[in-house]
């Protein structure tokens, strides 16, 4: 197992998506890139969204590269969430979901309207 010091979570719209420019920004701020992996997205999201997460092994300014990449989002319509090690790696007890429309396809106060 590599160490690492920073996760990079990507999700996109649109299946397949083109994380070029991702790279390009990666590469031009000196980080290596030690592993990609496709994480799973929601059932219902599947033909909408795509997910990756990049472990970073290098990452020499992550201020400054939080702020680009926080820019590269806006451009794409993507979000890009840099993480370090410690929370990537954190013993998580609770997780909280915006689920109308995000995780599920429908608006759950209108069918409590209903």
Do not use: K, N, W
């Not at 160490?3 to 420019?21: I, Q, W």
């Not at 991702?22 to 590469?27: F, G, H, K, R, S």
């Not at 059932?43 to 990452?59: D, G, Y």
């Amino acid at each position: 197992m590599s160490v690492f010091s920073h996760a990079l979570v990507m999700m996109a719209p649109g299946v397949g998506f083109d994380f070029t420019r991702v790279e390009a920004l990666l590469d031009d701020q000196h980080v290596t890139v030690s592993d990609r992996r496709s994480l799973p997205v929601p059932r219902a999201l599947q033909a909408e969204r795509t997910c990756q997460v990049l472990t970073l092994s290098r990452v020499p300014d992550p201020a400054e590269l939080r702020r680009a990449l926080d820019v590269l989002a806006e451009v794409l319509g993507a979000d890009l969430v840099l993480q370090t090690a410690a929370v990537r790696q954190a013993d998580y007890r609770l997780a909280v979901f915006d689920m109308d429309s995000t995780l599920i396809q429908t608006e759950v106060i209108d069918e409590l309207a209903a």
